[in-house]
């Protein structure tokens, strides 16, 4: 089932600096269809929220001091109109970190709806057990949107790395989506190509057609050769289950596999999203790396 999601932000108690990262995690399971944050906005300590609701065409929702949770109030009213009266929306993400919520979030539930919320590690377990899925904001990956896509081989490997976290190989129709979530304004005819498979094509260097028909088209990233260098090589962690004792590496080269036992310094120091450098001695010149079996990592550092 596809999630059409109402982002609903407890913005006196959520922090602008992280709700970019909130937005693009929420957009991993689903379409945002609306974005409406709470405060009372006549005061200055909410100014800084301005520019950032601009930058995502969000919604600011007004709501005056009368009471003692005010703005909370008023968000939970405009949920419950929201999942009895929009047959649209089907997926509900609260913003907060106020166990406050645990009702909303269990009502939602109840209503068959999916529920997603993101706070910080403070937030009580009585909401985090209430969702499907509960993110803490420490593990979003922040970034500066003007920055974020400056050229169009960083959009495409960032659209392709939300679609694959689903399905590898990516087709290319949820490709063409990410695309567009990620970049509105994404549009394959201004790259001088009649498609995107077209471009897609144009692009040996970054992805491979895994599996082409005439109303079919899926792909995957080029897999080139790993550097006779078998140390130092450097990635971003995409996927950490601490408790498990596991994770993913992604480089240039692919996907390596690590253990916990594998980190310096400890687990503590590392998240989704950190850069690291590492050694692989399976990786060699003559080799390329193996698309059913992750190579497996032997030693891991924090790149600084």
């Not at 695309?179 to 394959?188: I, Q």
Request: aromatic content about 12%; charged content about 25%.
């Amino acid at each position: 089932m596809s999630l059409i999601f109402a982002v609903l932000v407890d913005g006196e108690n959520a922090s602008y600096n992280t709700y970019s990262a909130v937005l693009d995690e929420v957009e991993k399971y689903g379409t945002v269809a609306i974005k409406w944050v709470y405060a009372d906005w006549t005061s200055v300590q909410h100014s800084n929220w301005q520019n950032i609701l601009h930058k995502t065409a969000s919604s600011p929702k007004q709501q005056f001091h009368y009471g003692k949770d005010a703005a909370d109030h008023a968000l939970v009213m405009d949920a419950i109109e929201l999942i009895n009266n929009n047959q649209r929306i089907n997926g509900v993400c609260i913003v907060s970190s106020d166990g406050g919520f645990y009702s909303l979030a269990q009502r939602i539930r109840e209503k068959g709806l999916h529920i997603m919320a993101i706070g910080n590690e403070s937030t009580p377990g009585r909401l985090i057990k209430a969702c499907h899925n509960f993110v803490f904001s420490k593990n979003l990956i922040d970034k500066d949107d003007s920055e974020a896509f400056k050229d169009l081989n960083t959009l495409l490997i960032t659209a392709y790395k939300r679609c694959v976290q689903k399905n590898e190989p990516v087709y290319l129709g949820d490709l063409g989506s990410a695309l567009k979530m990620l970049d509105s304004s994404f549009d394959f005819r201004s790259y001088s190509v009649t498609s995107l498979k077209a471009l897609i094509k144009e692009k040996p260097n970054l992805f491979e057609i895994a599996e082409e028909s005439h109303d079919r088209c899926f792909i995957k990233l080029a897999k080139e050769q790993i550097p006779n260098v078998k140390g130092g090589m450097f990635g971003e962690i995409r996927m950490f289950d601490k408790n498990r004792g596991f994770g993913f590496i992604a480089s240039d080269y692919g996907d390596f596999h690590f253990s916990v036992s594998k980190l310096s310094g400890g687990s503590d120091q590392y998240k989704v999203g950190s850069q690291v450098t590492f050694y692989c001695s399976q990786a060699g010149s003559s080799e390329r790396l193996n698309t059913n079996k992750c190579k497996s990592v032997e030693q891991v550092n924090l790149y600084f």
